[in-house]
């Protein structure tokens, strides 16, 4: 089975910056594309903020654009998400993804407030 985990979350004033970084079971992360998506609190659906394929091109939310920056070390079998003048409006639960079946990690809280 596989599992993935984020780490990384927590509470950051505006303008700060956070990394989230997730480790998956095996070589899940090495061998398939990663994204991570966040949930705000009450939203219904998850949005996608940032992908990176096979060939580590990448793709990013335009809320994100510019701000965050998704990497992925194969070495370490870990992928990154570099968060950086982040806003009250990236406070959410955020996920790594796999498309891969999917396979979803459990979340983690990142909270931007003064």
């Known amino acids: 089975q596989v599992h993935l985990v984020e780490s990384g979350g927590g509470f950051v004033q505006p303008g700060g910056s956070l990394t989230l970084s997730c480790t998956g079971s095996?070589?899940?992360?090495?061998?398939?594309?990663v994204g991570w998506f966040r949930q705000r609190s009450g939203g219904i659906q998850r949005e996608l903020v940032a992908?990176?394929?096979?060939?580590?091109?990448?793709n990013y939310s335009n809320s994100v654009k510019g701000r965050f920056t998704i990497s992925r070390d194969n070495a370490e079998n870990m992928v990154y998400l570099q968060m950086t003048s982040l806003k009250p409006e990236d406070t959410a639960v955020y996920y790594c993804?796999?498309?891969?079946?999917?396979?979803w990690g459990q979340g983690i809280q990142v909270n931007v407030s003064s």
């Open positions: 992908f990176i394929n096979l060939g580590d091109a990448t």
């Open positions: 095996g070589s899940v992360l090495r061998d398939n594309p």
């Open positions: 993804y796999v498309p891969l079946s999917p396979y």
